[in-house]
Every structure is written in C-alpha cells, then in structure tokens.
C-alpha cells in the first residue's frame, strides 16, 4: 500500500478528531472507546493507533485544538480593535459566550470538557494539563487589564491578580451553568449584559481595589 501524503495523513488525523467530539460529546469521554470513534470516522483502530497513542492523547489534541482556536478569536479582535483593550476583551467575550449557542462544534467541545469528561484514572494527566493551563490564565488576564489600566479604561487602583481571578471564575461559571441547562437563559441576547455586568465589577467595585494596608500587613513581624 502506497504511503499517505502528508495532506492526507492531516485528513485523516482531523477526521479522527470531529470523531471524538461527535463520541465524547453524545457518551462523554469515559463511556467512548476507540472502537466507537473508529467506527463513527469509518476507519479502523489502527488508524486512531497511527495519530495517536491512547484516549489520552487524542483528547489532549482536542483541547490544543481548541486553544488554538481561542487564540486565533484574540489576534481578530485585537486587530479590530488595536488602541482598545477593554473594548478587545469585551467584545472577544461576547462572541465566545454567543458563539456556544451558534456554533455546535465549539458547545460541543465546551460541553466535553466541563460536563462529559472525568479526570481520573487514564485522564488523570489531563487534569494535571487543566490545572496547568488554568494557572497559565491567570497572568494573561491579569496581563490584559493592566494594559486596560494604562489605556485609562479601568481604575489606575484596581488589583488585577484578584481580578483575574474573579473574571475567569465568572466567565466559566456562566458557561458551565448554560451548558448544564441551555433553556435555563438566553445567552445569545444576554452575552453583551453579562460581560458588561463584569466590566462594571472591574470598574467599579471597591473590593477588587488595591488596599494600602496590605503593605503595612506584610512588615508586620
């Protein structure tokens, strides 16, 4: 048998991706086998075996897979957008937040990683890769607000690691709440409220200020 190309063999190892999404997606990662992805790719187990070592692997590329995706959605909007950082973050968190109900690949893949996947057991790297990608996060939120700072778009006293921590808890709590019941709001008409509800909270809330006494606090002996 001939060779694959290099194009065919990046066709078949993204087939065998949007496989795993549809099978992970529908059963959750721990009920799907590589049979069933297999089968539902219309290839056999020895072409998953060709791209990818295990389970494991096959859904780590889902995940950088996505990352990618994601930071492909920030170049755009800091094109759009290239003397406004907060208007990049906000407007960058309106179409992600919009995009779960208009684009089902992406629900999917949002759908998997925080209702259909357990870490235990084989996934247990992948939550060493979740807690490592959640820690990463951190300084880039913090990293956007400062430039926000600068730009004069948010208080010159906002604390912006205790910010990061607060946006990144609620953006991902508004997702997982509406992945868990849909029907539960509308998130197509309510993206634009709820990421300005969070502007606001940076803006204006005196608890994500810095506090002068937290100095003094750390030379108290």
């Given at each position: 048998?001939?060779?694959?190309?290099?194009?065919?063999?990046?066709?078949?190892?993204?087939?065998?991706?949007?496989?795993?999404?549809?099978?992970?997606?529908?059963?959750?990662?721990?009920?799907?086998?590589?049979?069933?992805?297999?089968?539902?790719?219309?290839?056999?187990?020895?072409?998953?075996?060709?791209?990818?070592?295990?389970?494991?692997?096959?859904?780590?590329?889902?995940?950088?897979?996505?990352?990618?995706?994601?930071?492909?959605?920030?170049?755009?909007?800091?094109?759009?957008?290239?003397?406004?950082?907060?208007?990049?973050?906000?407007?960058?968190?309106?179409?992600?937040?919009?995009?779960?109900?208009?684009?089902?690949?992406?629900?999917?893949?949002?759908?998997?990683?925080?209702?259909?996947?357990?870490?235990?057991g084989e996934m247990q790297s992948i939550n060493q890769?979740?807690?490592?990608?959640?820690?990463?996060?951190?300084?880039?939120i913090a990293e956007k607000l400062s430039l926000c700072?600068?730009?004069?778009?948010?208080?010159?006293?906002?604390?912006?690691?205790?910010?990061?921590?607060?946006?990144?808890?609620?953006?991902?709590?508004?997702?997982?709440?509406?992945?868990?019941?849909?029907?539960?709001?509308?998130?197509?008409?309510?993206?634009?409220t709820l990421v300005q509800a969070m502007i606001d909270?940076?803006?204006?809330?005196?608890?994500?200020?810095?506090?002068?006494?937290?100095?003094?606090?750390?030379?108290?002996?």
């Open positions: 048998m001939a060779r694959k190309t290099k194009a065919q063999a990046l066709e078949t190892k993204s087939l065998l991706i949007e496989a795993a999404i549809d099978c992970f997606a529908g059963r959750g990662v721990s009920a799907t086998s590589l049979s069933d992805i297999a089968e539902h790719a219309g290839m056999t187990r020895g072409a998953i075996y060709w791209h990818f070592k295990n389970k494991t692997e096959l859904f780590k590329a889902i995940w950088v897979n996505s990352d990618e995706e994601i930071d492909r959605l920030h170049l755009e909007f800091a094109s759009l957008y290239p003397n406004d950082p907060l208007g990049q973050l906000k407007h960058f968190l309106i179409s992600f937040l919009q995009s779960l109900v208009v684009d089902e690949r992406r629900r999917k893949i949002m759908e998997i990683i925080y209702h259909k996947c357990e870490f235990v890769l979740d807690q490592k990608l959640v820690l990463e996060d951190y300084p880039k700072i600068h730009a004069q778009q948010l208080p010159s006293t906002l604390d912006t690691q205790r910010s990061a921590v607060v946006c990144r808890a609620y953006i991902t709590g508004i997702i997982e709440n509406w992945l868990f019941s849909p029907a539960s709001f509308d998130m197509k008409a309510l993206a634009p909270l940076l803006q204006y809330s005196p608890s994500l200020r810095i506090t002068p006494h937290a100095e003094s606090d750390d030379n108290v002996s």
